[in-house]
């Protein structure tokens, strides 16, 4: 339990940083929006992000794994259909916030010491 509550805070931090790196692109109404965007894309991840990932592993493999953001974009535009609050322009940003989240979370789990 304890893992799974760091890992959601580790992520909500992440969104957070992201939105604040990205700006109008991509925006939380508040702490809430935030704290339940990060249990969607969770729960996301968790169920929907293997299928898919099926799905396109001939172009994950062509890719050489880049095509993962691919996904994750989709994934972060499905939580932004889910949650009021939570704002992204467009899929490409989407994308590129799903880069940005990924970077964050490996530096914040090398910081803590999370993931060795």
Known sequence: MKKLIGAWIVAGVALW???????????????????W????????????????N?????????????SRFLVSGLVL???????????VASYWWAVLAAVTI???TGV???MTGRKK
């Open 17 to 35: 940083l992201a939105s604040m790196i990205l700006g109008p692109r991509m925006e939380f109404a508040g702490f809430w929006p935030i704290v």
């Open 37 to 52: 965007t990060a249990a969607v894309i969770g729960l996301l991840n968790f169920i929907l992000a293997p299928i898919l």
């Open 54 to 66: 099926i799905m396109t592993c001939p172009v994950f493999l062509l890719t050489l794994g880049l």
């Open 77 to 87: 535009i499905i939580a932004k259909e889910w949650i009021g609050g939570f704002y």
């Open 102 to 104: 990924s970077v964050l």
């Open 108 to 110: 914040i789990d090398k």
